[in-house]
C-alpha cells in the first residue's frame, strides 16, 4: 500500500503547521501551501523531513480564485515528479484570516475577503482538486465554534464558516459515491497568532476562554492537529458529513 499523501492549505504557520507535522509522525506525506512567507514554509518542510517523511511547499492564495487551475496543474506535476503517482488522498481546507469588527462597522471589502478565503476559495479549491482527489480519499474542512456560539465583532467571519459548514455536508452526499468522507472541525478559542495572537497573549482573553470551557483552559495547536490527523486515520473512515468542534467544551 503507498504512503498517503495530504495537501493542507496555510500550513506554514498555526494550526495547518501543527496537522501537517501530527499526519507526518502517522506517517503520511504532505504537500502544505503558503500564500506569502516561503521561509516559514520551507521551514516546515525541513521539520516534516526530519520526521522522515516527504514534503513539497507550493504558493497558493485561496482568495484567488484564478489562480486554482494553475495550482492544480503544478499539483499534479509534484504527485508525478515526487510520488510517481496521479492522485493524493487527503485534502484539508485549512488556509484562512480573522476579522473582528461589529456589523454596523463591517466594509463590504471585508466582508468579500471573509467569503473568498473561506467559502468560495474552499468550495472552487475543492472543485479544481477533486480529479487529483482519490477515491476513497477524505477531505477536512475547518470552521470555528464561532458558527454554533456568539461573540460580538465576528459576525462575518462565522457567518462564512457557517457556510463552510453546510456546504461541508453537500460535499458529503455528492462525494459518498467516491467513497470520499467530508467532515468540518471547528476550534474553539486557540492559542496561536491568529486575530493578532490575542487568546495566546493576551492574559485577560486567556483567563476569560478558560473561565467558559468545560476542560478549564484555551485549546492549543496540538488539540486541532491532533483531532484533524486522528479523523484522517484508516479507522475513520465511516465518518462523514459531521461537525466535530475540538473546544475543550467551550460555552456549553
Not at 27 to 38: E, F, H, K, Q, S
Not at 157 to 180: D, H, N
Not at 181 to 188: E, I, K, S
Request: charged share 20%.
Amino acid at each position: 500500500m503507498s504512503t498517503p499523501v495530504a495537501l493542507i492549505t496555510g500550513a506554514n504557520r498555526g494550526l495547518g503547521k501543527n496537522t501537517a507535522l501530527k499526519l507526518a509522525e502517522t506517517g503520511v506525506d504532505l504537500i502544505i501551501t503558503y500564500r506569502n512567507n516561503a521561509d516559514e514554509a520551507h521551514a516546515v518542510v525541513a521539520e516534516i523531513r526530519a520526521l522522515g517523511r516527504r514534503a513539497v511547499a507550493l504558493k497558493l492564495d485561496v482568495a484567488d480564485t484564478r489562480g486554482f487551475a494553475d495550482f492544480a496543474t503544478v499539483v499534479s506535476k509534484v504527485l508525478a515528479s515526487d510520488w510517481q503517482r496521479t492522485q493524493f488522498d487527503y485534502l484539508v481546507n485549512n488556509a484562512g484570516s480573522g476579522l473582528e469588527a461589529s456589523i454596523a462597522e463591517t466594509t463590504e471589502a471585508q466582508f468579500d475577503d471573509m467569503v473568498n478565503v473561506h467559502l468560495k476559495g474552499v468550495f472552487f479549491l475543492t472543485q479544481k482538486l477533486l480529479p487529483l482527489l482519490a477515491d476513497g480519499g477524505r477531505i477536512v474542512n475547518l470552521s470555528s465554534g464561532l458558527a454554533r456560539f456568539s461573540y460580538p465583532g465576528r459576525a462575518a467571519y462565522a457567518a462564512v464558516k457557517g457556510g463552510v459548514e453546510v456546504l461541508s455536508r453537500y460535499m458529503a452526499q455528492e462525494l459518498g459515491p467516491r467513497g470520499i468522507a467530508v467532515n468540518v472541525v471547528a476550534p474553539g478559542a486557540i492559542a496561536t497568532d491568529f486575530g493578532g495572537g490575542v487568546v495566546r497573549d493576551n492574559p485577560a482573553v486567556n483567563a476569560h476562554i478558560a473561565s467558559v470551557t468545560a476542560l478549564g483552559r484555551a485549546g492549543l495547536p496540538d488539540d486541532i492537529g491532533g483531532a484533524i490527523a486522528s479523523l484522517l486515520q484508516p479507522g475513520n473512515r465511516w465518518i462523514t458529513g459531521q461537525r466535530i468542534e475540538v473546544s475543550g467544551g467551550m460555552n456549553l
